[in-house]
T-cell receptor, first 118, second 115 residues
Framework: AQKITQTQPGMFVQEKEAVTLDCTYD???????LFWYKQPSSGEMIFLIY??????QNATEGRYSLNFQKARKSANLVISASQLGDSAMYFC???????????????FGKGTKLSVKP | EAGVTQFPSHSVIEKGQTVTLRCDPI?????LYWYRRVMGKEIKFLLH????????ESGMPNNRFLAERTGGTYSTLKVQPAELEDSGVYFC?????????????FGPGTRLTVL
């Protein structure tokens, strides 16, 4: 079964508008972390934002925020005021705690390709 | 401070040949991970080193893949002999500690094409 699901293979957004990239996850471990990475066309994976399962507040990092809905097991990435440089692949990933099966490595979704239109 | 570096950036080899990929983690990072993304699929975990020891190699596809991290610094991933299905992008990542919130920093990847 998929542990990380990103249902949007591709998304378009107009420059300066906000966009939400979906991510749902599946784990029975009460302790886990969720990460978002950006992969521009140059290929490098850039860490964007982290949300812990016990964090009380939704994570924010500049124009990035995470809409964390624990009961729904969703961790959507919100990018505000999109810029042309935001065009890239975006990957959602999860790391489980000691009760999970992944032993500390990251489990990735298939990614969402975001295109920002001028 | 230098990030994670990987060499080569691209490699094209023929089926049956051998290829060795190298990863230099961020200085001071004891944890080193290898991942692979096959075209159109998820990025999948291969293995995890803590210093020079293999902590978890449950993701290694078969015994044609050999990873080493002598001295706990850089790591190599050798594929011998390479098969067509080994084509993909191989990423290396490093982190300071193994904790849920510890960020793994990725290198730019090595794109391997097996013909």
């Amino acid at each position: 079964a998929q542990k990380i699901t990103q249902t949007q293979p591709g998304m378009f957004v107009q420059e300066k508008e906000a966009v939400t990239l979906d991510c749902t996850y599946d784990t029975s471990d009460p302790s886990y972390g969720l990460f978002w990475y950006k992969q521009p066309s140059s290929g490098e994976m850039i860490f964007l934002i982290y949300q812990g399962s016990y964090d009380q507040q939704n994570a924010t990092e500049g124009r990035y925020s995470l809409n964390f809905q624990k009961a729904r097991k969703s961790a959507n990435l919100v990018i505000s005021a999109s810029q042309l440089g935001d065009s890239a692949m975006y990957f959602c990933a999860m790391r489980e705690g000691p009760n999970g099966g992944s032993q500390g490595n990251l489990i990735f979704g298939k990614g969402t390709k975001l295109s920002v239109k001028p | 401070e230098a990030g994670v570096t990987q060499f080569p950036s691209h490699s094209v080899i023929e089926k049956g040949q051998t290829v060795t990929l190298r990863c230099d983690p961020i200085s001071g990072h004891d944890n080193l991970y290898w991942y692979r993304r096959v075209m159109g699929k998820e990025i999948k975990f291969l293995l995890h080193f803590v210093k020079e020891s293999k902590q978890d190699e449950s993701g290694m596809p078969n015994n044609r893949f050999l990873a080493e991290r002598t001295g706990g610094t850089y790591s190599t991933l050798k594929v011998q002999p390479a098969e067509l299905e080994d084509s993909g992008v191989y990423f290396c990542a490093s982190s300071q500690v193994v904790a849920i919130r510890d960020t793994q920093y990725f290198g730019p990847g090595t794109r391997l094409t097996v013909l």
